[in-house]
């Protein structure tokens, strides 16, 4: 009976010790995308590389994580090969991931993003990137339509959507309101994802302030930016923004 009870503590202190290392690695790799590193970043994929083949579907939505950010910064910087390779990872850690957990909302959302940004590279696979990219995020709100990551990620889709195929930027800027205006209220309580870590808030507001700056209002883009700054004070694109 003792050696049963010891067994159990060690498990259980396993499984404490891999989440405190997923979140880490996620916290990390969102301070990375923030600040723009991506040295860190890439650190941080070497890192998880061995979680790209994980049972866990924490551990392959964090490897997802870092590999999105990956390619929005690579995509940012005009590196497209860069970008190709890391939105391909993140799709087929989050592949297994949905095998795991299927009815994982964050999980189909951050799939639709980075078919997304893939889709945004054109090319060959832009058609097919985009329909993944659509079907992710109605699997997303279908499962959980209230999470704010998913509303942000949704905005994203339709923001950045040609108008041909339902692109609507004055709709995806409202989908980005709503989802700063839902993480603000939920604050601390924000549900994390899968990561352990609750992204998002900062950036819902970010491109709230792009929204706004690109209507002309200056005095509501200031707002959202320092909004978004006072979430995530090392946000050098909300800095920029600010003109600091």
Same mark, same amino acid.
Not at 169 to 185: I, L, N, P, V, Y
């Given at each position: 009976?003792?050696?049963?009870? @010891?067994?159990? @503590?060690?498990?259980?202190?396993? #499984?404490?010790?891999?989440?405190?290392?997923?979140?880490? +690695?996620?916290?990390?790799?969102?301070?990375?995308?923030?600040?723009? #590193?991506?040295?860190?970043?890439?650190?941080?994929?070497?890192?998880?590389?061995?979680?790209?083949?994980?049972? #866990? !579907?924490?551990?392959?939505?964090?490897?997802?994580? +870092?590999?999105? %950010?990956?390619?929005?910064?690579?995509?940012?910087?005009?590196?497209?090969?860069?970008?190709?390779?890391?939105?391909?990872?993140?799709?087929?850690?989050?592949? @297994?991931?949905?095998? %795991?957990? !299927?009815?994982?909302?964050?999980?189909?959302? *951050?799939?639709?993003?980075?078919?997304?940004? *893939?889709?945004?590279?054109?090319?060959?696979?832009?058609? %097919?990137?985009?329909?993944?990219?659509?079907?992710?995020?109605?699997?997303?709100?279908?499962?959980?339509?209230?999470?704010?990551?998913?509303?942000?990620?949704?905005?994203?889709?339709?923001?950045?959507?040609?108008?041909?195929?339902?692109?609507?930027?004055?709709?995806?800027?409202?989908?980005?309101?709503?989802?700063?205006?839902?993480?603000?209220?939920?604050?601390?309580?924000?549900? !994390?994802?899968?990561?352990?870590?609750?992204?998002?808030?900062?950036?819902?507001?970010?491109?709230?302030?792009?929204?706004?700056?690109?209507?002309?209002?200056?005095?509501?883009?200031?707002?959202?930016?320092?909004?978004?700054?006072?979430?995530?004070?090392?946000?050098?694109?909300?800095?920029?923004? *600010?003109? %600091?």
């Amino acid at each position: 009976m003792i050696r049963i009870g @010891l067994i159990a @503590l060690s498990l259980l202190a396993a #499984n404490f010790a891999s989440a405190q290392d997923i979140t880490s +690695v996620a916290t990390k790799a969102q301070s990375a995308y923030l600040t723009g #590193n991506t040295a860190e970043l890439a650190r941080l994929a070497t890192t998880t590389s061995a979680w790209s083949k994980s049972q #866990n !579907p924490k551990e392959l939505y964090t490897h997802a994580y +870092v590999q999105f %950010r990956i390619l929005q910064l690579s995509i940012y910087t005009k590196r497209e090969s860069d970008a190709e390779r890391a939105g391909d990872a993140c799709n087929e850690a989050l592949d @297994l991931a949905l095998k %795991r957990d !299927p009815k994982s909302a964050e999980a189909h959302a *951050l799939q639709s993003a980075c078919y997304g940004y *893939l889709a945004n590279l054109g090319g060959m696979g832009a058609i %097919r990137n985009g329909s993944r990219s659509g079907k992710s995020i109605e699997a997303a709100l279908a499962l959980d339509a209230r999470n704010p990551r998913v509303m942000l990620i949704d905005g994203f889709g339709v923001y950045f959507r040609p108008k041909f195929v339902g692109g609507d930027k004055g709709k995806g800027c409202a989908r980005f309101k709503e989802a700063a205006s839902s993480f603000d209220a939920a604050g601390s309580s924000a549900a !994390p994802s899968p990561a352990g870590v609750s992204w998002g808030a900062a950036e819902s507001h970010y491109w709230s302030g792009r929204c706004a700056r690109d209507a002309g209002d200056a005095a509501g883009a200031r707002r959202e930016f320092e909004r978004a700054l006072a979430l995530a004070p090392d946000f050098a694109a909300a800095a920029k923004a *600010l003109g %600091r």
